[in-house]
């Protein structure tokens, strides 16, 4: 049965770890076998994590998982405890007798949320990542959870958000998570309708479409400062059999879904950044080129479905302060 989540690709798990006290969480996504992984960073102000060994280039030909977190900086700290959680269960490369787990990883910055970030030396994410590890499985939250717990929009509570499906005319599924804290709207303007409208199925995200005209305003530079804080971190995934060549031409196509749900996007201010992984459990067939197309294609389209998904899902957290974006639901309803 499918939940239209990216778990919905067999092999893929995903656990979540946060701490409502500080408004911050960490997100796992394991492999239950080594994946191919590419990524495409289009934001102005990335914080990544082994993000080189993604290049085709690179030796390393596959991953044991990746994360996303709060915490900017400090939230890199959540990638070593996946790496601690996979080591224990003998996950890792083969390096004569050892083993290294290979975990890339990125950060959004949730730091001036209201939560507590009094950590002091030992900031709480090599923990967070560790317990997200710990509880991945197939069924995970949306909204206010994982990276998404503290995470906002210019107008509107931030959160986290999934979406699958088949792609058309091929044996491949294609799956999204992200984790929404971005500069930009995803709404039009201050209404309630999404920019990622025309993606939506069976009403996955309040079935409201278009708004009978779109206000000017909807167009509008957002009155937001702080440069440098905010960034959406995604991740695609496949189980097509694709090179990390193809994986990183998979990701390319995925960041149009971000344009497609979010205004505006990929802007000095955004650390965006979008992972994509190949199960590799489905061969690509004799003509790879239109079958990579298809799924960059889809690839696009579940990720602007995920973004609103998760953004319609927020929940305000507990004690947030005033002055913060409220909640979408909280604002309209439903």
């Known amino acids: 049965m499918t939940r239209s989540l990216i778990t919905d690709i067999p092999g893929i798990l995903v656990g979540h770890a946060q701490d409502l006290r500080a408004a911050t969480g960490t ?8 994946a191919v992984a590419a990524v ?21 030909e596959r991953i044991d998982a990746l994360v996303l977190s709060g915490g900017s900086a400090f939230g890199l700290d959540a990638a070593a405890g996946v790496v601690a959680w996979l080591a224990e269960t ?27 970030k009094a950590w002091g030396r030992y900031p709480p994410y090599r923990e967070l990542g560790y317990a997200a590890a710990a509880s991945a499985g197939r069924a995970f939250a949306l909204g206010s959870a994982g990276a998404g717990t503290g995470a906002r929009t210019a107008n509107l509570k931030g959160g986290l958000g999934s979406a699958s499906a088949a792609v058309a005319g091929t044996p491949f599924t294609v799956g999204a998570l992200v984790a929404v804290n971005a500069f930009g709207r995803v709404t039009v303007g201050e209404g309630p309708h999404f920019w990622a409208a025309p993606f939506e199925r069976e009403a996955e995200f309040g079935g409201l479409g278009w708004p009978e005209a779109i206000p000017p305003e909807a167009l509008a530079f957002p009155e937001r400062g702080l440069a440098g804080a905010s960034t959406t971190l995604a991740v695609v995934a496949t189980d097509a059999r694709l090179t990390k060549a193809q994986a990183k031409r998979l990701a390319v196509a995925a960041q149009d879904g971000l344009t497609r749900a979010i205004h505006p996007v990929h802007t000095p201010l955004d650390g965006d950044v979008v992972f994509a992984a190949a199960t590799g459990r489905v061969a690509l067939g004799d003509e790879p080129l239109p079958a990579l197309a298809r799924l960059g294609d889809a690839a696009a389209a579940v990720l602007a479905r995920a973004v609103a998904i998760g953004v319609r899902a927020a929940t305000a957290l507990p004690g947030a302060p005033a002055g ?4 979408w639901r909280d604002r309209f309803g439903g």
Do not use: H, Y
């Open 27 to 34: 997100t796992a996504i394991l492999f239950e076998r080594p």
């Open 40 to 60: 495409d960073v289009r934001g102005g102000g990335p914080g990544t994590r082994e993000t080189d060994l993604l290049d085709p280039e690179r030796t390393v």
């Open 90 to 116: 003998g996950r890792g490369l083969p390096v004569g007798s050892a083993r290294v787990p290979i975990v890339p990883g990125a950060i959004l910055f949730d730091l001036l949320n209201g939560g507590d």
């Open 324 to 327: 913060l974006p409220p909640a």
